[in-house]
């Protein structure tokens, strides 16, 4: 082990890995960001490119990438359906051969590996809420498969060669997750819900509503990456990070209405293919080997995100066409 641990973030210009990346040199570490900007931006890491102890690279982990390392976190692939919905078959092989890819690199460095799976390898549960023993009720030839099949596919490489070659693993079933620099137009809930009401827009709510998500705010999520990743060698996981408290998207669209002193009306839109009904994380494991539970609520954690889109919206309204 190096004086600083070299920690490689893959996806780390997204959403949650530029997160990560901040987290990760607070904490003294030697951070390599790679990310292609499929769905990243250049300014989520600006602020980091002149750290010492940060570098970027320019890769697609479907291609093979040689560097040393001792701490991986693969989160690069789409998050949002629109996104991963785009190019269908690049999501599956940025699942699939990214996977390969990144073993192969933890094999040959002895680094160990995280995960970045989801609560989509549970589809459309029939047990609720869920654990992580479910295996799940997944369409494989649905519009979602490209990303639930291609995160179980990857669960499956890293169980293989965790068994095989002895890898360190860490696979975390990420339940949805929420914060500042979420895409404008990425067609999340929170994202599109937020954009519409801060811009007197009428909020699309698809179905009737009712379906579930379960929350959780970024800053919590990024605690529990860090805190399974250096956990004991035999927590492998799967394990399930979220916050367990469960909301009806009506809620959210009266919440976001609420808190933002919006106009905005509800209005109803057909609700899309193989949309989960409800999610719920059961997060007994992640307290109990992690000492980790959610600190931030919905009504905390939802202000600060209008302020980061208001900001957006103010300086670069180009951003959220
Ligand atoms: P995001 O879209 O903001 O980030 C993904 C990053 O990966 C982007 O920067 C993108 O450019 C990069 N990327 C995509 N394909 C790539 C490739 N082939 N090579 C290199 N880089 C590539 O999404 P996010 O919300 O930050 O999600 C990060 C990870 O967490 C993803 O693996 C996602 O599946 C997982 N996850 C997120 C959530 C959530 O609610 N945010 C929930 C479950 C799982
Ligand atoms: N949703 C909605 N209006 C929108 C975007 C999403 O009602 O403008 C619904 C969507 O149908 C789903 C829920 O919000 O039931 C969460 O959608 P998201 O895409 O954020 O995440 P996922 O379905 O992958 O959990």
């Known amino acids: 082990m190096h004086l600083r641990p070299r920690v490689l973030v893959t996806g780390g210009a997204g959403f949650l890995g530029s997160h990560l990346c901040e987290r990760l040199l607070a904490d003294g570490s030697d951070v390599l960001c790679v990310d292609n900007f499929f769905t990243g931006a250049k300014d989520h890491i600006a602020p980091m490119l002149t750290h010492p102890h940060f570098e970027f690279m320019r890769h697609d982990v479907t291609f093979p990438l040689y560097v040393e390392m001792d701490q991986i976190y693969n989160l690069a692939c789409p998050a949002s359906p629109v996104h991963y919905q785009f190019d269908p078959v690049q999501t599956t092989k940025t699942s699939v051969h990214g996977a390969i890819n990144l073993l192969g690199l933890a094999k040959r460095t002895k680094a160990r590996i ?30 979602r498969s490209c990303y639930d099949e291609g995160k179980r596919c990857a669960e499956t490489l890293f169980f293989d060669y965790h068994r095989q070659h002895r890898l360190q693993i860490k696979v975390a079933r990420i339940f949805n997750t929420y914060g500042p620099r979420m895409h404008p137009n990425d067609g999340r809930v929170v994202s599109n819900f937020i954009v519409q009401a801060l811009r007197g827009e009428n909020i699309t ?3 009737d509503g009712t379906q579930t998500r379960s929350f959780c705010y970024v800053d919590d999520m990024i605690e529990a990456f860090v805190r399974f990743m250096n956990s004991p060698a035999d927590l492998t996981g799967p394990i399930n990070l979220g916050n367990p408290k469960e909301t009806t998207i009506s809620e ?44 931030i609520e919905l009504d905390d954690g939802l202000p600060r995100t209008i302020d980061y889109f208001r900001k957006l919206l103010t300086d670069r309204p180009h951003l959220c066409q």
């Open 205 to 207: 709510l698809f179905g």
């Open 252 to 295: 959210l669209a009266e919440k976001v209405i609420r808190l933002t002193g919006s106009c905005s009306r509800i209005v109803f839109r057909d609700l899309p293919a193989d949309d989960p009904r409800k999610r719920q994380p059961n997060i007994a494991k992640a307290k109990e080997h992690l000492d980790w539970a959610p600190s």
């Open 114 to 143: 995280f995960q970045a799976s989801t609560s989509e390898v549970y589809g459309d549960p029939e047990v609720h809420p869920q654990p992580e023993e479910y295996w799940g009720n997944v369409n494989p030839i649905g519009i």
